[in-house]
């Protein structure tokens, strides 16, 4: 089992920063992918970053591409989003998210894929 914790969410301007972390606990040696997703007021949870968990490979969806940054510090167990010039699209509930097989078909984005899930970290971009 892995247990996911979501923290740093908050209420910013747009064009302004954020920094969302996500501690894993339990059996995080089987974690092969981290992710973060988001819901927005709505709309379906989508994929925002993901990260090879080993290797550091990373992708992103194209609409936070160049302002978004997903790292991690394994040593802390612990994933990082670093939200650069916000807008208010950027605006929803988001989630750290796990995949403990160590290959995937098709998108990283499709939330089939991860096993488990945090309770979500609301962000709140205001124009």
């Known amino acids: 089992q892995v247990q996911l914790v979501e923290s740093g969410g908050g209420s910013v301007k747009a064009g302004g920063s954020l920094r969302l972390s996500c501690a894993a606990s339990g059996y995080t040696a089987s974690i092969y992918y981290m992710a973060w997703f988001r819901r927005a007021p709505g709309k379906e949870r989508e994929g925002v970053a993901n990260?090879?968990?080993?290797?550091?490979?990373?992708d992103y969806a194209d609409s936070v591409k160049g302002r978004f940054t997903i790292s991690q510090d394994n040593a802390k167990n612990t994933l990082y989003l670093q939200m650069n010039s916000l807008k208010p699209d950027d605006t929803a509930m988001y989630y750290c998210?796990?995949?403990?097989?160590?290959?995937?078909?098709?998108?990283?984005?499709?939330?089939?894929?991860?096993?488990?899930w945090g309770q979500g970290t609301q962000v709140t971009v205001s124009s």
């Open positions: 998210a796990a995949m403990t097989s160590p290959w995937y078909p098709g998108s990283w984005a499709s939330e089939l894929l991860y096993n488990y």
């Open positions: 990260t090879y968990r080993s290797g550091g490979a990373t």
